[in-house]
């Protein structure tokens, strides 16, 4: 068994169709969510381990960055693995897209992160699970959508009926389970606000321990997600872009009617909004829109629209242009390792 070595993972982020929404103790959610893992927004970790006795450093892009650490820290505590206790840990992480801005950037951090822990035990100890259903839990561990983006294409995370595989402890990929129509999608993430967020996540998370509209939101969710597992299998892209917006909308106004309500769309996230429609309504294409939790707003679309939404795009928002205030990403195959 080795007793020093290194292992890094590339992780992506994902996007959420039908979201996670509330949650109870021990990272489990309050509903089944499903998602499509991207390829452009991408977190690079690597650990470099050596005997010794449970020390850890973190740097992140070649600098120590306390502010994050105690979410590094938390994650490992929480899964309580005795082999890390006989070793010490450099844990170096980079992201090639803003954090804090609505992009999950959680979901590729601490996917990568937890990749590399079940590689790193992998050498010095043994596995007694596949591989990526134990990084999926750990994943999970550290950020609740972290755990989908394990798997390339598509991900069903939470336990679910119909599913009978489907667990609230990791994800499941659902790649297998997409029609053709729906192996290519795009996603054009365009930039409102590349800033910190005013209200976490985690913030909006316990919020919906004691929502008025709880019931409701876990009935929705569960009708959602149900239609949604079948338009994706039929690649039916109209129900597809009325779940999606659906849940996008719906997720944002559960934290406007939450105590303390809370607003993270700008006026610019509106018109984005308005202009998609719009779009739709004019020319028939399959094409929506989804939110995470910031102003950020994510367009979808087959890539045989793509020169069109090109050209759309130069006309009607030519402020997009520049690569500061879009990202082109699209569905991927999910974590790779480095080495
Ligand atoms: C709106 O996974 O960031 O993006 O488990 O507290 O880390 P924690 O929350 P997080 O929540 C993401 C919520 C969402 C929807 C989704 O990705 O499903």
């Given at each position: 068994m080795e007793k020093t070595g290194i292992v890094q993972w590339k992780s992506p982020s994902n996007i959420a169709i039908v979201k996670y929404w509330g949650k109870k103790a021990?990272?489990?959610?309050?509903n089944a969510s499903l998602s499509f893992t991207l390829s452009q927004c991408i977190t690079d970790t690597k650990i470099s381990y050596s005997a010794g006795n449970g020390k850890v450093e973190f740097f992140y892009e070649g600098q120590p960055k306390p502010e994050f650490f105690p979410k590094v820290r938390m994650m490992l505590d929480n899964l309580?693995?005795?082999?890390?206790?006989?070793f010490d840990l450099i844990i170096e992480s980079s992201n090639n897209f803003p954090h804090?801005?609505?992009?999950?950037?959680s979901a590729s951090a601490m996917s990568a992160l937890a990749l590399c822990i079940t590689d790193m035990q992998r050498n010095v100890r043994s596995l007694d699970k596949d591989f990526l259903s134990l990084a999926s839990l750990r994943a999970r561990i550290g950020?609740?959508?972290?755990?989908?983006?394990?798997?390339?294409?598509a991900a069903l995370w939470g336990k679910l009926e119909s599913v009978a595989e489907s667990t609230d402890e990791m994800a499941l990929p659902?790649?297998?389970?997409?029609h053709s129509a729906f192996s290519d999608v795009q996603d054009w993430i365009f930039i409102v606000s590349a800033g910190t967020k005013n209200v976490s996540s985690s913030a909006g998370h316990k919020e919906m321990n004691s929502h008025y509209f709880r019931t409701g939101r876990i009935t929705q969710a569960q009708q959602n997600i149900i239609q949604l597992i079948h338009a994706l299998k039929e690649g039916d892209w109209n129900s597809f872009i009325e779940i999606a917006e659906m849940e996008a909308l719906s997720l944002h106004a559960l934290m406007m009617s939450g105590n303390p309500g809370y607003l993270l769309l700008e006026p610019e996230s509106i018109r984005l909004i308005h202009a998609i429609r719009q779009l739709r309504k004019n020319t028939g294409w399959p094409v929506c829109f989804t939110i995470d939790a910031g102003p950020n707003i994510h367009v979808l679309f087959p890539k045989s629209i793509e020169d069109k939404m090109t050209d759309w795009c130069f006309t009607e928002l030519p402020n997009y242009s520049a690569e500061t205030r879009i990202i082109k990403d699209h569905v991927g195959n999910g974590p790779v390792k480095v080495q």
């Amino acid at each position: 068994m080795e007793k020093t070595g290194i292992v890094q993972w590339k992780s992506p982020s994902n996007i959420a169709i039908v979201k996670y929404w509330g949650k109870k103790a021990g990272q489990i959610p309050m509903n089944a969510s499903l998602s499509f893992t991207l390829s452009q927004c991408i977190t690079d970790t690597k650990i470099s381990y050596s005997a010794g006795n449970g020390k850890v450093e973190f740097f992140y892009e070649g600098q120590p960055k306390p502010e994050f650490f105690p979410k590094v820290r938390m994650m490992l505590d929480n899964l309580n693995l005795d082999f890390l206790k006989d070793f010490d840990l450099i844990i170096e992480s980079s992201n090639n897209f803003p954090h804090s801005a609505g992009i999950a950037s959680s979901a590729s951090a601490m996917s990568a992160l937890a990749l590399c822990i079940t590689d790193m035990q992998r050498n010095v100890r043994s596995l007694d699970k596949d591989f990526l259903s134990l990084a999926s839990l750990r994943a999970r561990i550290g950020s609740g959508s972290a755990c989908r983006s394990v798997f390339g294409g598509a991900a069903l995370w939470g336990k679910l009926e119909s599913v009978a595989e489907s667990t609230d402890e990791m994800a499941l990929p659902w790649k297998s389970n997409l029609h053709s129509a729906f192996s290519d999608v795009q996603d054009w993430i365009f930039i409102v606000s590349a800033g910190t967020k005013n209200v976490s996540s985690s913030a909006g998370h316990k919020e919906m321990n004691s929502h008025y509209f709880r019931t409701g939101r876990i009935t929705q969710a569960q009708q959602n997600i149900i239609q949604l597992i079948h338009a994706l299998k039929e690649g039916d892209w109209n129900s597809f872009i009325e779940i999606a917006e659906m849940e996008a909308l719906s997720l944002h106004a559960l934290m406007m009617s939450g105590n303390p309500g809370y607003l993270l769309l700008e006026p610019e996230s509106i018109r984005l909004i308005h202009a998609i429609r719009q779009l739709r309504k004019n020319t028939g294409w399959p094409v929506c829109f989804t939110i995470d939790a910031g102003p950020n707003i994510h367009v979808l679309f087959p890539k045989s629209i793509e020169d069109k939404m090109t050209d759309w795009c130069f006309t009607e928002l030519p402020n997009y242009s520049a690569e500061t205030r879009i990202i082109k990403d699209h569905v991927g195959n999910g974590p790779v390792k480095v080495q």
